[in-house]
């Protein structure tokens, strides 16, 4: 069992304060949905979980199983099994995705999987995603489309099997079959219990495959509300008006 | 008639001869001296380098003098210390390629730290096929020529590796010149040294060349390292493609890389294509970049370049690191990918490898764990 702690989390970006008091806890086998508006913070929210240089942590902890995450280096964090699927994954030219892959899983897993496992174990997570096994031999996200892209983030996230699952914005740039082919994917990590999942999005079309034990309503850089799936569906019929109108967004 | 200086009508200033005095003296201030610091050079560009010593040469050659007829077919020197090498080299190689041979021809150099010319001369007769390798090491200065005679349809690789101590200064003038149908592949590597400064130029003898120029470099501290290309385009329907590659790192690291292509009124039907990226993974290093394209006939198949110089990109160690690759892993990858192009081109897999590694030992090497 595993638990991830945010503790009253501030952050700025270029001294602009972006967070404003985080409180959350995912624990294995959870699958929380955070939603909100545009600009409201909630992909700093994920990268300052990642680690990015750029996000500044003003206060607040985050602990992952009571080890203190912030003062983590980002590639200690992923060790210790966070993961941030990337809303605008980035290029690595030269890098081939098999060659990318097997270097992660054997930094996570802290020993080379052989050959011929690796192998059978990269072919069979490319083909469950509907992957050509051509994919394997390009450049990392380099000329891939949406699509490719947040494949190729979920394909990472069933090889690396974290603790931890951020995803942010997955079901953005997708189109109906992709988004079944790459909810299907988080489905089957959510289904081995193992892996607490965080699911930042902005519409609601993504929670009809993926199901939210948890919703937040994330405004202003917060939470301002918390409730089941079916604060999703309010979000569905009456958008963010509610929580918008008084926040300084 | 060698100690006329010529001049071309496009390029006033590429005067060429074989005779160093006809050159004037370097102030620094010419267009293809500008980069380069003279004070580090000991001498080479103004005569007053006292030169005596040789460079020791392992490999399967002939030995040969300034006055080898050969001497002087491809290469007519375009700067004084090269002038100055081709008249006052005591020993030269000669490499003569007959049919097709398998296993690359290769001549090693090792400077002990004295101050030597020396000239290479590559003869791939007609319908030939090899791969040639020159590889420097060792410490010391030299100035010499390379001079690459493709015959009609042969098909020569070049390799160029300056694995020099830190304190070596090379300067070299790598002439090729193509016959009919004739294919060249100049692969230049240059790790080491102190100062290089290295100047391939192709000229095509007849129709139907094809010339593939592809160059690394990795600058540290301290390092300058210049290679100055020059493509002419005399003859109709040939074919040239430059794409050269470096990264420096390090105070005063400092990369080069001229890219001059002449596309001549005759040259109807040329092809060519150049490309120049430059990685900076230090904020003191510095890398200049100019490709310089002249077209004097409408009538060509393709012509054109790109340069690029940037830094480091943050977010692609980001994106590796949130996998877990350590952060020194995490940059090795990017810049062996950054190489990678170059690299997967050359087609001599043991260099392949030999790159890698030397890669690894540059980023390790100067604190590329950072």
């Known amino acids: ?249 | 008639m060698a100690e006329q200086p010529t001049s071309t009508d496009a390029r006033p200033e590429r005067l060429t001869s074989r005779d160093p005095d006809a050159f004037p003296a370097i102030t620094g201030r010419e267009e293809e001296w500008r980069f380069t610091p003279l004070y580090r050079l000991r001498g080479l560009h103004d005569g007053t380098a006292t030169v005596d010593g040789t460079l020791s040469v392992d490999g399967d050659f002939e030995t040969i003098g300034p006055d080898h007829p050969l001497v002087g077919t491809a290469l007519t020197p375009a700067d004084r210390p090269s002038a100055q090498a081709m008249r006052d080299f005591k020993e030269g190689q000669l490499v003569t390629v007959e049919g097709e041979v398998a296993e690359p021809i290769v001549l090693r150099f090792k400077g002990s730290g004295e101050a030597s010319y020396g000239h290479v001369v590559v003869d791939a007769k007609p319908f030939s096929k090899a791969v040639v390798v020159l590889d420097h090491s060792g410490g010391g200065t030299h100035a010499g020529g390379v001079e690459l005679i493709v015959g009609d349809s042969a098909d020569l690789t070049l390799v160029s590796v300056q694995d020099w101590d830190d304190d070596a200064v090379h300067l070299s003038a790598q002439a090729a010149r193509l016959g009919r149908d004739a294919r060249f592949k100049s692969v230049v590597v240059t790790f080491g040294g102190d100062l290089v400064r290295l100047a391939p130029t192709v000229t095509y003898a007849g129709q139907g060349g094809d010339a593939q120029l592809l160059g690394l470099a990795f600058a540290d501290a301290k390092q300058h390292l210049e290679h100055r290309l020059f493509v002419d385009h005399a003859v109709p329907n040939c074919r040239s493609r430059v794409t050269y590659k470096a990264a420096a790192q390090g105070t005063e690291a400092h990369t080069v890389w001229i890219g001059d292509v002449l596309i001549r009124a005759g040259a109807s039907g040329t092809d060519t294509y150049e490309l120049n990226r430059n990685l900076l993974l230090s904020d003191e290093a510095r890398a200049d970049s100019v490709p310089n394209l002249e077209i004097e006939t409408g009538e060509i198949a393709g012509a054109g370049h790109a340069s690029a110089t940037g830094r480091f990109d943050d977010n692609q160690l980001f994106y590796l690191q949130s996998r877990g690759i350590a952060a020194d892993e995490a940059r090795r990858m990017v810049v062996r990918g950054f190489f990678h192009e170059v690299v997967r081109q050359i087609g001599v897999p043991a260099l392949e490898e030999r790159l890698d590694a030397a890669i690894d030992r540059e980023l390790s090497a100067t604190g590329g764990a950072k």
């Open chain 1, 1 to 249: 069992m595993t638990t991830l702690e945010i503790r009253d989390l501030h952050v700025s970006v270029d001294e602009k304060p972006i967070l404003s008091g985080v409180d959350l806890t995912i624990r294995s086998g959870e699958t929380h949905a955070i939603m909100g508006p545009n600009g409201s913070g909630k992909s700093t929210l994920a990268y300052s979980l990642a680690g990015h240089p750029k996000y500044t942590v003003t206060s607040g902890t985050v602990t992952l199983d009571g080890e203190d995450v912030l003062s983590m280096s980002v590639d200690e964090r992923a060790r210790a099994g966070m993961f941030l699927a990337m809303q605008y994954p980035v290029e690595v030219p030269g890098v081939t995705v098999s060659n990318f892959l097997r270097t992660a899983a054997t930094a996570v897993r802290g020993e080379a999987p052989t050959l011929r496992h690796w192998v059978k174990e990269q072919k069979a997570a490319m083909a469950s995603l509907d992957m050509d096994p051509a994919f394997a031999t390009r450049n990392v996200n380099e000329g891939f489309s949406g699509g490719e892209k947040k494949r190729h983030e979920i394909l990472q996230l069933e090889l690396l099997k974290p603790r931890i699952a951020i995803l942010d914005e997955t079901d953005s740039g997708l189109d109906v079959d992709a988004l079944r082919v790459v909810s299907e994917g988080v489905n089957r990590v959510r289904s081995t219990g193992e892996t607490g999942t965080l699911l930042i999005t902005h519409y609601t079309r993504i929670l009809r495959y993926i199901e939210p034990d948890f919703v937040h309503v994330f405004v202003g850089g917060k939470i301002v509300e918390e409730g089941g799936k079916e604060l999703a569906d309010e979000l569905e019929a009456n958008g963010y008006a509610r929580f918008t109108s008084g926040a300084a967004v």
